[in-house]
């Protein structure tokens, strides 16, 4: 069975400055994908940014990075320069490549940039 | 990406009654899903929506209570029957245009059961 952890309920960022949310992963599949999706309060699941489980480069989409640290079992997500605009739950989110499409999810982080 | 759309977009329901969510994509896909949001929780996969046969229902979640249909490789409806108020919840649909890529979501469709 697939299981994703994000330990952080919330987390506080000043405006401009980056921040890192947490995210583990427990998997036996050998290929596997990882996913970020961040969720305003309009309840819309918006895809942010994918890293696959042999991809030797840490995936990165504009101000979106992903830390992935494949013996630690770890996908964390690097937003740069925070805007006011980053306010919102942010998922981390994991599927298998050995045949279910299942998209199993963490129970999210919610992000709260300040002015 | 596709671009998805869901009707509703909210509604307000009385227990006992149903209603059906449209999920509509602008091109055709593989894969449709249908998700449920629980107010303060995550995400949690209800059915794989098959075209032209029954949907794949996960654990806990059984076709009488929600009926799912996908007639073409564009639109699919997710029925929530006989609703009482833990149904209250965020729907989403999701697609996949071909096998192992990225999952894109509709905008969802917010519930309140009274």
């Known amino acids: 069975a697939q299981k994703i952890t994000q330990t952080q309920p919330g987390m506080f960022v000043q405006e401009k400055e980056a921040v890192t949310l947490d995210c583990t992963y427990d998997t036996s599949d050998q290929s596997y994908g990882l996913f970020w999706y961040k969720q305003p309060s309009s309840g819309e699941m918006i895809f942010l940014i994918y890293?696959?489980?042999?991809?030797?480069q840490n995936a990165t989409e504009g101000r979106y990075s992903l830390n992935f640290q494949k013996a630690r079992k770890s996908a964390n997500l690097v937003i740069s320069a925070s805007q006011l605009g980053d306010s919102a739950m942010y998922f981390c989110?994991?599927?298998?490549?050995?045949?279910?499409?299942?998209?199993?999810f963490g129970k999210g982080t919610k992000l709260t940039v300040n002015p | 990406s596709a671009v998805i759309s869901q009707k509703p977009s909210r509604d307000i329901c009385q227990r006992g009654t149903s209603l059906t969510i449209q999920c509509q994509v602008d091109?055709?896909?593989?894969?449709m899903f249908w998700y449920r949001q629980q107010p303060g929780q995550s995400l949690t996969l209800i059915a794989t929506?098959?075209?032209?046969?029954?949907?794949?229902?996960e654990s806990g979640f059984v076709i009488d209570k929600f009926p799912i249909s996908r007639p073409n490789l564009t639109f699919s409806t997710l029925t929530v029957s006989n609703m009482s108020p833990e149904d209250s919840s965020i729907y989403l649909c999701?697609?996949?245009?071909?096998?192992?890529?990225?999952?894109?979501f509709g905008p969802g469709t917010r519930l309140l059961v009274l």
């Open positions: 091109s055709q896909v593989t894969m």
């Open positions: 929506a098959n075209q032209g046969s029954e949907a794949t229902y």
């Open positions: 989110a994991m599927q298998g490549q050995g045949g279910s499409e299942k998209l199993v």
């Open positions: 890293q696959g489980s042999y991809d030797e």
């Open positions: 999701s697609v996949e245009r071909d096998r192992q890529e990225t999952q894109y």
